[in-house]
């Protein structure tokens, strides 16, 4: 030991090696301790890099699994008041457009740059009466716009009324209230003049398809309970209500007392509404049934999301004929124009059919579409809205094609 | 051929399918048809899992000759490659425990999609849902189908109570399974550090995951864990694990009770909850005695500031130590 060795501290970094006795061993060993631990910190952390890898790993893969989930975009029909038409170009703004020599021009948009509302998606289709606008969100809110400027209505003081839950069904509109039905099945009457809002019915389902009315009666279809209800007006009292074996997803149509519902059981029934919904008759297609009907012409045309289109007699239920193309699914409600049966389906066929026979009259194919939105009989065409929000003109007796493209 | 058309066509669809029909079975309820595919999934995967649940009880088995093949090789070359020889003699595969996670993950991901996809929260997923099932009509009809079950729902994300269920019940198993595993001195600080992590960052992941996904997915989990659970203790055991140890060593003493409850004292564990070791050189590596050339000075790094006079061999001269100068 040398004499003149500094008594020995512990080193900061390897305090336990306090049991050495010469320099040699205090200094070669602090620094082994050193190295030692250094190089078992290295390992250490070595390790727990490795042993995180997965957990990252597997993070990722987890985190990846939460994307892609679909988010409502809605397929809002679009309306016409005989000078603009009020579309959705994009989730959860309705825009209102001019369409003139081929081009399309946006006259005003709501919510604009500005509003804090969201409307997240519009399913149901506006409602225009007396120069307003009527919006069911799926966001919950029902807006009264004007249809000049598009901005909400004075005489709703409150603003859009939000309703706490999403909003799916095309409301009815009895001139003076709007029945708006929920993704929880509560029934509402919004006053169109003031805006206040009355729950007229409690729910205990979705109700997507439409509402339909007649004569102080609403008719609701509820997805969750698979039934067709029809309730009063005024006071929300259940008159009678149907179970089908089937839920119905398309809106409700009225053709005299009979209410045609296309359902997801592959089936188009007609309810008699003046004896509590019973079943006239039931025609079995070959798919669901998410399309409206169209009653015309003496006729029920149906479409599934399985290729097939059918031709149905209102009274008896028999077929008439069928259309079918194996990539074909519609989700658009068939349209009659200039004695031509219009077919469009969901990836951009487009077919022209024979209203009596079933007959193909002409093919176009739209590429890089999707349409799931009713189509508009504007100005003695067709205009379809497509999810990506672009207008397209279609001429129903020649089938051409003119796409609008979107609003400029 | 595409990997997302392999996927959806062999694995998405037709498990759509399944869980609908057996929702369509089990009266509509999209909850009991969860529970009754993890019943049939981990039925189709019980011979793998009795697999890896024999390799477990091997493991255990052979966990005395790999203390001491911990102890007696400080070379890790060597060390491993005995290890290994001792596993090939005993017939273990220390991987054969992750066949049944590895093959359960690809259900997990598709079982998300399809659970993302059945219940159909929005109007567009219905419809794309029609091209997805089999033209059967009791397959058709049954849509769309009751997400409500025992007041969850199934489409919205997991509520803090299926999370605390997966939670616990990850944990449970991670702990079992960890207290069988041979600990104590065997056990490199990474493996410490990996069974810590294994015990609480598992459990957290999926609970989390179960937090933002749809609350079905959670309800799968919780099910199919606590099924594994009761399969590990039916056919291995619960090692070291005693329900006592889950509670806190504090409150033990505060009751009186001993203050290891576990049936073997588990000193080289950090993260077991309460039966860590307070002494970092016991239980380490640092511990072996017959370590060539090394073995003296680490026994005097673990005596600390005792004297040194036990020691009658000369100090060790390893190549490290002497790249350092003397004196």
């Known amino acids: ?30 620094v082994f301790h050193v190295k030692h631990r250094t190089h078992r910190r290295l390992r250490l952390r070595r390790g727990a890099t490795l042993a995180l890898l997965p957990f990252l790993l597997l993070l990722a893969l987890l985190s990846g699994c939460t994307h892609g989930l679909e988010a409502p975009a809605g397929w809002a029909a679009p309306v016409s008041d005989g000078q603009q038409v009020y579309v959705q170009l994009q989730p959860g703004v309705l825009s209102a457009v001019r369409i003139a020599e081929g081009t399309v021009q946006q006259r005003w948009r709501y919510p604009a740059d500005g509003d804090k509302i969201k409307l997240t998606a519009i399913y149901g289709r506006p409602i225009v009466s007396g120069g307003t606008v009527f919006v069911a969100a799926h966001s919950g809110h029902v807006v009264a716009l004007d249809a000049a400027t598009g901005r909400p209505l004075e005489s709703w003081r409150g603003g859009p009324v939000d309703l706490q839950a999403h909003i799916v069904a095309t409301p009815a509109f009895d001139g003076s209230r709007l029945y708006v039905a929920t993704d929880r099945g509560d029934l509402f009457a919004v006053d169109a003049g003031s ?39 005024q006071t929300g009292a259940l008159r009678w209500e149907q179970t089908l074996s089937g839920a119905a997803l398309a809106d409700l149509q009225l053709d005299g007392s009979a209410l045609i519902v296309g359902s997801l059981d592959r089936a188009v029934q007609a309810l008699d509404t003046a004896a509590d919904g019973k079943e006239r008759w039931r025609f079995g297609g070959d798919g669901w049934f998410a399309a409206t009907p169209l009653v015309a012409e003496g006729a029920v045309f149906a479409a599934t999301l399985r290729g097939s289109v059918y031709a149905v007699d209102p009274v008896s239920g028999e077929q008439r004929w069928q259309f079918h193309r194996d990539d074909l699914t519609v989700r658009a409600r068939p349209a009659l124009a200039s004695g031509v049966l219009v077919v469009i389906g969901r990836k951009g066929d487009v077919f022209g059919l024979d209203p009596a026979t079933g007959t193909p009259r002409w093919h176009q194919t739209l590429t890089d579409v999707r349409i799931e939105a009713d189509p508009l009989l504007h100005n003695g065409a067709l205009l379809l809205v497509t999810t990506k929000g672009e207008l397209v003109r279609v001429a129903p007796d020649s089938g051409t094609v003119s796409r609008l493209g979107a609003a400029g | 051929m595409p990997i997302g058309y392999v996927w959806q066509t062999f694995l998405e669809t037709p498990l759509i399918n399944v869980m609908v029909a057996l929702s369509a079975i089990c009266f509509g309820s999209f909850g009991i048809a969860i529970l009754v595919f993890t019943v049939i999934s981990r039925a189709v995967l019980f011979p793998l899992t009795l697999r890896t649940l024999h390799s477990m009880r091997k493991i255990q088995e052979i966990s005395p000759k790999l203390q001491e093949i911990q102890k007696k090789y400080s070379d890790p070359r060597r060390r491993s490659e005995e290890t290994m020889k001792l596993y090939r003699e005993s017939g273990v595969n220390p991987l054969g425990c992750l066949g049944p996670q590895l093959v359960q993950f690809p259900i997990f991901i598709a079982l998300y999609q399809v659970i993302r996809i059945t219940v159909a929260t929005t109007p567009e997923s219905v419809v794309g849902l029609s091209n997805r099932l089999y033209d059967a009509d009791f397959i058709q009809h049954a849509i769309p189908l009751s997400t409500s079950f025992l007041f969850v729902d199934l489409q919205a994300n997991g509520g803090i109570l299926l999370t605390a269920v997966v939670f616990a019940s990850m944990w449970l198993q991670q702990r079992i399974s960890t207290g069988r595993t041979p600990s104590t001195a065997t ?31 959670g309800l799968y989990w919780a099910s199919s864990t606590v099924i594994g659970i009761v399969l590990q203790w039916m056919f291995v055991g619960p090692g070291d694990f005693t329900w006592g140890s889950l509670v806190p060593a504090v409150v033990r003493r505060r009751l009186g009770g001993s203050p290891a409850t576990a049936r073997r004292p588990r000193p080289a564990f950090a993260g ?56």
């Open chain 1, 195 to 233: 805006g206040a809002s009355t729950r007229l019915m409690a729910g205990d389902g979705r109700v997507w398809s439409g509402v339909a009315h007649r004569d102080g009666v609403l008719y609701l279809g509820n997805l969750d309970r698979r039934t067709i209800r029809a309730v009063d007006a």
């Open chain 2, 272 to 327: 077991a909850g309460g039966n860590a070791s307070n002494h970092p050189a016991e239980g380490d590596s640092e511990a072996r005695t017959t370590d060539e050339g090394s073995g003296d000075q680490r026994q005097d790094r673990r005596r600390g500031n005792r004297p040194r006079a036990r020691s009658t061999r000369p100090a060790p001269r390893s190549g490290r130590r002497r790249r350092h100068p003397r004196g």
């Open chain 2, 187 to 217: 056990q490199s600080a990474q493996q410490q550090q990996m069974q810590a992590m294994m015990l609480w960052m598992m459990p957290a992941l999926f609970s989390w995951f179960v937090l933002v996904a749809p609350a079905g997915l």
């Open chain 1, 1 to 30: 030991m040398s004499p003149d060795a500094q008594p020995w501290r512990p080193s900061p970094v390897a305090p336990h090696a306090a049991g050495a006795r010469t320099g040699f061993h205090r200094e070669s060993r602090s």
